[in-house]
C-alpha cells in the first residue's frame, strides 16, 4: 500500500495535468465517468493515501489500496480502473484501486492538519487526539489515518524503532517525551522516506521494516501481526520498552 510520501511523488509528476481539460474518461469503475469529460482539473492535490483531481465543485479520489498503481503517459496490457485522456496524447492510468468522487469543496471535506506531510500539520493537534485514547496501541494509532494520514506499516515500524517504543504499549501509558517523540518521528521520517524514494535507495534505510536482526542489539527481531489493525510489525523485545 503506498504511503503518504509516495503519494506526494505521484503529485508532483502529475502536476502539470492542473489546468488541462478531460476529453475521454473510460474503465471499470463504477463511478459516473461521463460526468467527469469537459471537466478541467483545477488542481492536483493528496491527503495521506488519498490521491485528488480537483474539478469544479467536485473532486476525484484514487485509492491505491494494497496493490494498486498509476502509469502516465502509457499503459499497462490491463484494463484500468480509471484512465483520463487529454489533449496532445497526455493520460493519466490508474489500476487495482478505490475510485470515488468527493462532493464539494475539498477543504470542507477534509481536515489538511491531520496530513502528515501538509503545511498545515498541526502536531499539537495530533497529540491532543493521542491524548484522547489512552488505550489504543501504539501500533494501531500510528496507522489512525485521522491522526496520521499518509502513515503506513513502513513508518510505523522505522518510527517505533527509532523511539525504542514496543508496539504493544498504550498511548496512555507513554511518557510525555515519548508521546512528542512519536509525533515528531511520524512526520520527520515521511519526509526523509520520500527523499529516499526519490533517490532509489529508501530500502537502504531501513533498520527494523523486513529485517531480520536489531542493528543495535544484535538479535533476531520478532515478526508478528499486532493490534486490531493486524498489520505486519518488526521490533526488537530488547530495546523497545514497553509502556
Known amino acids: 500500500m503506498p504511503e503518504g510520501p509516495s ?7 502529475a ?4 489546468g488541462k481539460t478531460i476529453l475521454r474518461a473510460e474503465g471499470n469503475s463504477k463511478i459516473d465517468k461521463a460526468r467527469l469529460v469537459g471537466h478541467k482539473i483545477k488542481s492536483v492535490r493528496t491527503w495521506g493515501k488519498h490521491f485528488l483531481l480537483e474539478l469544479a465543485g467536485f473532486a476525484v479520489r484514487i485509492h491505491f489500496l494494497m496493490f494498486g498503481s498509476y502509469t502516465i503517459d502509457s499503459r499497462k496490457n490491463v484494463v484500468p480502473r480509471l484512465s483520463l485522456q487529454f489533449a496532445g496524447e497526455r493520460e493519466l492510468n490508474f489500476y487495482a ?6 462532493e464539494g469543496e475539498l477543504d470542507d471535506f477534509y481536515d ?11 502536531a499539537a493537534a495530533a497529540r ?7 488505550e489504543t496501541l501504539v501500533c494501531d494509532a500510528l496507522l489512525n489515518q485521522d491522526i496520521f494520514a499518509g502513515v503506513g506499516n513502513i513508518i510505523k515500524n522505522e518510527v517505533l524503532f527509532r523511539i525504542r517504543v514496543h508496539p504493544l504499549s498504550t498511548v496512555g501509558n507513554l511518557p510525555a517525551p ?3 517523540a512519536l509525533v515528531e518521528q511520524a512526520r520527520e521520517y515521511s519526509f526523509e522516506f520520500l527523499a ?9 534505510h531501513w533498520l527494523a521494516h523486513n529485517k531480520r536482526m536489531c542493528t543495535r542489539c544484535n538479535i533476531p527481531y520478532t515478526k508478528a501481526y499486532l493490534g486490531k489493525t493486524n498489520r505486519r510489525t518488526f521490533f526488537c523485545e530488547r530495546c523497545q520498552k514497553k509502556y
Open 7 to 13: 503519494l506526494v511523488i505521484l503529485k508532483e509528476l
Open 15 to 18: 502536476a502539470d495535468f492542473a
Open 97 to 102: 484501486c478505490s475510485v470515488k468522487l468527493v
Open 112 to 122: 489538511w492538519s491531520s496530513d502528515v506531510m501538509s503545511d498545515q500539520w498541526d
Open 128 to 134: 491532543k487526539k493521542l491524548r484522547s485514547q489512552p
Open 178 to 180: 515519548k508521546l512528542r
Open 196 to 204: 529516499w524514494k526519490k533517490a532509489y535507495v529508501l530500502r537502504e
